[in-house]
């Protein structure tokens, strides 16, 4: 896995105004943030989200439609998931128990990056989060029995929500489970049927594809199209 805090140098590092660290990921859009963590003598406190900063990022407001959290137990993974775009579901991901191995999926066709993953630890003693761009497969793996949090940009679709296989050798995760303790990973029925990659991506993808992968263009444009009305509020205030 990618530890943030040490994969990137000082100058790529951005601070947020609550003093957050900011670390783009090699997936256009998807990044990492790592909270200031204040201890003393009764536990910890550290600014969870800021909306202020996220802005400042995105350079548009994360706009939480829906907040989500699910338990694990060691040697559950959860995904690949991801939307169809537009709108799609950007994701504000961290974990507020345990520890997991957190995915990012390249799903945009036609981007630089279609197909490649990253994986970045998230736990309970970091607080790092990830935000997952609008068509960016979502998964991870629980190291341990874990709970996770996740902001949503959109609420639950089911009609308009996919996912590809997390055992894809194409995509070759090379999921963890001996840091799990497990032999094999438990997934859902969903979850172990879901198409490989190669069974919905555009130039190769069948006639009968559950599904249609979004575009690189597609998603870089409804970005844009959000940028453009955050911008065109700020100038009307």
């Known amino acids: 896995p990618l530890d943030p805090s040490v994969a990137a140098a000082p100058q790529d590092v951005r601070r947020t105004a609550g003093g957050a660290a900011v670390v783009d990921l090699p997936l256009h859009g998807a990044w990492v943030v790592t909270p200031a963590v204040h201890p003393d003598d009764r536990g910890t406190f550290h600014e969870w989200f800021r909306s202020d900063a996220t802005t400042d990022v995105l350079g548009h407001p994360f706009q939480v439609a829906q907040a989500n959290v699910s338990t694990s137990r060691r040697g559950v993974i959860r995904g690949i998931h991801v939307a169809d775009v537009p709108p799609g579901q950007g994701k504000y991901v961290s974990c507020l128990a345990g520890t997991v191995h957190d995915v990012l999926v390249d799903l945009r066709e036609g981007s630089p990056t279609f197909g490649d993953h990253v994986v970045v630890p998230l736990d ?26 996740y902001l949503l940009t959109e609420t639950y679709s089911p009609g308009t929500e996919h996912g590809v296989n997390p055992l894809d050798p194409e995509i070759g995760v090379a ?3 001996a840091a799990a303790g ?7 029925a969903k979850d172990r049927d879901a198409p490989l990659l190669a069974d919905v991506r555009g130039d190769g993808g069948t006639a009968s594809a559950p599904f249609t992968l979004p575009s690189y263009r597609e998603c870089r444009g409804w970005e844009q199209e959000l940028r453009r009305e955050w911008a065109e509020i700020m100038e009307d205030e």
């Open 124 to 149: 309970a003693v970091s607080h790092r989060a990830v935000h997952v761009p609008v068509g960016v497969g979502h998964a991870f793996l629980a190291v341990t029995d874990a709970t996770v949090a």
């Open 175 to 177: 999921w963890d489970l």
């Open 182 to 188: 497990v032999d094999a990973p438990v997934l859902s």
